[in-house]
């Protein structure tokens, strides 16, 4: 059990810089699910992520507080805690508590004594999903993602299983609607059964649903062995298309590519095999990391938040008011200040899903951010 810290740094959701939550070199990096157990009580299964050696689970204390939408004072909040088990550097850990009222937040807010700083992290009651699934049928899932395996849930529940391509996201200055993409058709059902073991193979989409009427679901993306990282050369291509010209990705968009090509453009663009070698790592680093932090129905990367983080890194700040998101650039030697700002879109497959609102403005930044992370200014 851990012992709860009542004392806050900050006095509301709306002061909080959350940065933190997308910077690879935060001190951790945590995930969650939360999951109703009873219709007055729900269960929050959590994964903590310790990026320093030198730091174990002992220098974290919790408290949960609610508040009265993001401006709203905080107020602590009676809980339970459990300690579930370790894989590696991570920790998975369970908070439940009664459930609160729709017009507010829940907040877990984790303190490191190894640091002295104060983490925040947000639940809606939009977030709270029906039911929940156990990865190899014993570790609880706190990603939107899983590699092939065997599952359980602790109810009896249908699988829609979605074999789709979704789209990149469209630049940050396109106003246009996307083109319109091909309806999506179920391509198999799954029976799972209360705590009986099952097994999902092919990579894609599933949406577990308690029944085909149910308002709400779980959706699992089922990635490769390599996810978040890319690896093979379509994996490696496909990222490309938010940095290159239009003659340059014709090269890349057709059927059959080598690596040849693939390595020519890197040359081509950088004039130098060194300079290759950083951006390269720059990229696809920011890549992978789109994919670890945005992943929700489709890959990280090809989300909207995925696309401005590719690009321009990891936001200097980031504001959350209700279901809206903003994030702050700040002016460099090489870029000006620029701010995006990204409204929440919750349907049944994903309810943390965020678009942005898009606007020709940005078309000037939009090119200076690529040319300089091109030409290896940043």
Known sequence: MFSGLCVSAQSSL???????????????????????TDSD??????????????????????????????????QPVVFDSLYIGTRGNSHFLKFSTLKW??????????????????????????????????????????????????????TDAIGLYY?????????PMVTRSPN????????????????QSFSITDEGLYLFQKDSLAKNAVPI????????????LNQLIDPLVYITQREEWEVFDKDSVSKREFDRFWLDITRSADRAKKVIKTYYDRIEEANQF?????????????????????????IRKADKETWYYNASSVSQSIDFEFIRVNSIFSNKHYALIRDRRYSTTWYQAINNLRKVRY
């Open 294 to 318: 945005f992943t929700t129905y489709k890959e990280g990367r090809k989300t909207d938040m995925g696309m401005i983080y590719a690009v321009f890194g990891v936001p200097d700040r980031v």
């Open 41 to 74: 009580s729900i269960a929050l299964i959590t994964s903590l992520f310790i990026n320093d050696d030198n730091s174990t689970i002992e220098n974290y204390k919790f408290q949960l507080k609610t508040s009265l939408g993001y401006a709203g004072m905080f």
């Open 180 to 195: 319109p993409q091909k309806e999506m058709t179920v391509n198999a059902e799954i029976n799972a059964g209360n705590n």
């Open 163 to 171: 074999d789709y391509y979704f789209e990149p996201a469209l630049p």
């Open 221 to 232: 993306l089922l990635a490769d062995k390599y996810f978040p990282k890319p690896a093979t």
């Open 101 to 154: 009222p729709n017009n507010q937040v829940l907040t877990l807010e984790i303190e490191s004594t190894f640091s002295g700083i104060k983490y925040y992290y947000e639940i809606q009651p939009v977030e709270i999903m029906p039911f929940k699934v156990l990865e190899g049928g014993q570790v609880p899932l706190t990603n939107s993602w899983v590699r092939a395996g065997s599952f359980k849930t602790n």
């Open 14 to 36: 709306e002061k909080v810089n959350f940065a933190y939550q997308y910077d690879p070199q935060s001190e951790i990096f945590f995930t969650y699910k939360a999951y109703s």
